[in-house]
């Protein structure tokens, strides 16, 4: 990686990568999105075109169990 852009969240947006362009950024209701070339991750846009909406939204929760 180049820098240390990994991952951002407020309360109206989540985005990873940066350094020029997010490689993915969600608005708050995760419907519409953009994505670029990303210094980050050194990685070329990840959708067809710069913005885009989102059809499917998967989240995954990790937690961790105490015995």
């Not at 050194?42 to 015995?67: C, G, K, N, Q, Y």
């Amino acid at each position: 990686h180049k820098n240390k852009f990994f991952q951002t969240a407020t309360p109206e947006s989540i985005a990873m990568g940066g350094g020029g362009s997010f490689a993915l950024f969600l608005g708050d209701m995760f419907e519409r999105g953009t994505s670029g070339t990303c210094e980050t991750f050194d990685s070329p846009m990840l959708s067809s075109t710069e913005l885009f909406e989102v059809t499917v939204f998967e989240a995954w929760e990790l937690v961790s169990r105490h015995i």
